[in-house]
């Protein structure tokens, strides 16, 4: 039987977009000032954690938090596709609100996490959800007994808790999804497990989600999230 090999899941730092609650699935957004804040105390957070490999998605929000993990511990960065957030077609670039007006039928099959609904041009759940596991475990089967970061964003944070705790797509969320919380997983050629989720002790103050309806202030001993729609950013 194969060592496990350690996974540090990190989603990227913050953008102007993740404080809009406007979609960015593969567009590529740029770090705010406080993602690029965000990103280096990420970093200081994980250089003493041992990583011996940094993946991200090439997108680069990103990229540039794991530009700054990776270099605070002396690594590259190695990009991968399949570490993208999901593609969301003609709803990128619009905000909650205008989807709702603009696309309704649509917008209630996404907020009803519908597995099989894609908005046009975008990819359904079920293909996100197999497209980003079957790359963070090819990835991760790379390194029995490493340790390894990857860094990608908040749907394939998500699909990653999912596949670890074996937990419907269709299942509302009730675990955070924060800008550059840690999440702990465990691979083998069994799949994932939970080690530890939502780590944001390296920040400071209030992180803001995207993901939950804008009442819910992200703390580090703030009570979960719940998810109402699928993945944006």
Known sequence: MSEPTLVFAVRHGETAWNVDTRIQGQLNVGLNAKGRWQAARAAAALAGEGLQHVYSSDLARAHDTALA????????????RGLRERGFGRFEGRTWAEIETHFPAESARWRARDPAFAPEGGETLRQFYERAVA???????????????????????????????????????????????????????EGFTLVGWSDTSHLDGAEHDEFSDGSFDQTHSATPATDRVGHAA
């Open 69 to 80: 993990i990776a270099g605070a511990s002396g690594l590259p960065v190695q990009t991968d």
């Open 135 to 189: 790359a963070a475990a090819r990835l991760a089967g790379r390194h029995p007994g490493e340790t390894i970061a990857l860094v990608a964003h908040g749907g394939v944070m998500d699909c990653l808790y999912r596949a670890a705790a074996r937990i419907e797509l269709g299942a509302t969320r009730t675990w955070q999804l924060g800008n550059t919380a840690v999440n702990r997983l465990l691979y083998t050629p």
